[in-house]
């Protein structure tokens, strides 16, 4: 029920990974019909990140936009952080 309230105004995204043996890093940018919905989103990936055994980054809704970074170590996370920061 959470996913699909949170998926609601979906307008698309993007995302790319990438991997260096056994290191994977991913950004995910996703666009929304309104602001609501992107906060909507924003919120429920940060509590799933927060309560998941993940490595994650979800920035704050900015405007329609939503902008998250996933990485399969903690060393990876300095690099997806700064591939956030471009956004």
């Known amino acids: 029920g959470a996913a699909a309230s949170a998926a609601a ?7 790319r990974a ?3 043996g056994e290191d994977v890093a991913m950004i995910l940018s996703t666009a ?3 602001t609501k919905d992107a906060k909507e989103f924003s919120h429920a990936l940060q ?3 927060s309560r998941a055994d993940v490595r ?3 920035l ?3 405007g329609t936009r939503v902008h998250a970074g996933f990485g399969s ?7 997806v ?3 956030l920061a471009t956004l």
């Not at 105004?9 to 995302?15: D, M, P, S, V």
């Not at 170590?73 to 690099?79: C, I, N």
């Open 32 to 34: 929304w019909d309104t």
């Open 56 to 58: 994650g980054i979800v």
């Open 47 to 49: 509590r799933w990140v």
């Open 60 to 62: 704050d809704a900015d």
């Open 9 to 15: 105004g979906w307008g698309g995204g993007i995302y």
């Open 18 to 20: 990438w991997s260096d």
């Open 73 to 79: 170590a903690e060393t990876v996370m300095d690099a």
């Open 81 to 83: 952080s700064s591939a």
